[in-house]
């Protein structure tokens, strides 16, 4: 049997993984990159801004910016495209579309660029992949859209878009990204209206979410910590039972065809 394992990249403006084992395997061949998407500041106190019940007294956590690069047979999805070259301190050391060449892939094959949720840190490059399409929850795109962004919102990031230079699915609920069940957008609202997660099964690992900000790291996750920046308190709640709620569910399954077999 299996173990189950859980994966987390503690990272504010990151992504958690989690592994979910019990997921049917992969049809079509699927890889799983990650990329820097930025320059980390020093650790973190998270006790006033990741907690609005202040639970993490005396915890200070280092915060990554990733990008991750999902390959589907011969296409590819760029999942968050981190912060962007013009981001001071932050700005990533090498960009997006040069890391993609160090792996010998152009912009050009980038057929998905699929997005956690709007805040900089997510889509500061995607302007860098203007050929793809962007895939978005609704509740984000249609912040990005408004005439009067709120404050923190920048628009121009993915003003390749907003311009109508490519192509725009804005997803309300979930979205099977290539049909076949090996990539698929959760609907995981309340860091953002739309915020997004992805599952992607890989044959040896197994199912990872990448979390997106649904919950920033293990502590959110584990105890129903929710930021107090976050735009929804009762939504954030749900999207963190609904994930575990999956992973029991997936461990359930999993136990039992132990015992079937
Ligand atoms: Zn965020």
Same mark, same amino acid.
């Given at each position: ?21 019990? $997921? ?9 990159t990650?990329l ?13 801004? +990741?907690?609005?019940?202040? =639970? ?6 280092? #915060?990554? $910016?990733?990008?991750?690069l999902?390959k589907?047979?011969?296409? +590819? ?12 301190? @932050? ?6 579309? %040069?890391l993609l060449a160090q792996m010998k892939v ?14 900089? &840190?997510?889509? *500061? ?16 795109? &249609? ?14 990031? @993915? ?8 192509? @725009?699915?804005?997803?309300?609920? %979930?979205?099977?990204? $290539? ?18 997660? @992805? ?14 900000? #649904?919950?920033? $790291?293990?502590?959110? +996750?584990?105890? %129903? *910590?929710?930021?107090? #920046? ?15 709620? &999956? ?13 079937? =077999?």
């Amino acid at each position: 049997m299996r173990r189950t394992l859980i994966w987390l990249v503690l990272g504010a403006w990151a992504s958690a993984l989690m592994s979910l084992s019990a $997921f049917a395997q992969a049809a079509s061949e699927v890889t799983l990159t990650r990329l820097d998407g930025g320059t980390p500041p020093a650790p973190t106190d998270v006790n006033t801004r +990741y907690s609005d019940t202040y =639970a993490y007294d005396g915890v200070k956590l280092q #915060f990554v $910016f990733s990008c991750y690069l999902i390959k589907h047979g011969n296409d +590819y999805m760029m999942w968050d495209t981190g912060q962007s070259m013009n981001a001071g301190a @932050v700005a990533p050391k090498i960009g997006l579309v %040069d890391l993609l060449a160090q792996m010998k892939v152009t912009p050009e094959q980038v057929k998905y660029v699929g997005i956690s949720h709007y805040h900089s &840190d997510h889509i *500061g490059q995607a302007n860098s992949l203007p050929q793809a399409t962007l895939l978005i929850g609704k509740g984000d795109w &249609d912040v990005l859209t408004n005439p009067k962004p709120p404050t923190g919102v920048n628009p121009q990031l @993915v003003s390749n878009w907003i311009s109508g230079g490519g192509k @725009v699915e804005a997803i309300s609920q %979930d979205k099977d990204v $290539f049909g076949d069940g090996t990539v698929i957008m959760l609907y995981t609202p309340g860091h953002t209206p739309g915020h997004h997660s @992805v599952l992607v099964k890989l044959a040896q690992t197994g199912p990872v979410i990448l979390s997106g900000d #649904f919950v920033h $790291f293990r502590e959110n +996750y584990e105890t %129903d *910590g929710v930021p107090a #920046f976050n735009v929804d308190r009762g939504q954030t709640l749900a999207s963190i039972d609904r994930i575990q709620e &999956d992973r029991r569910e997936s461990e359930g399954r999993r136990h039992h065809s132990t015992r079937r =077999a």
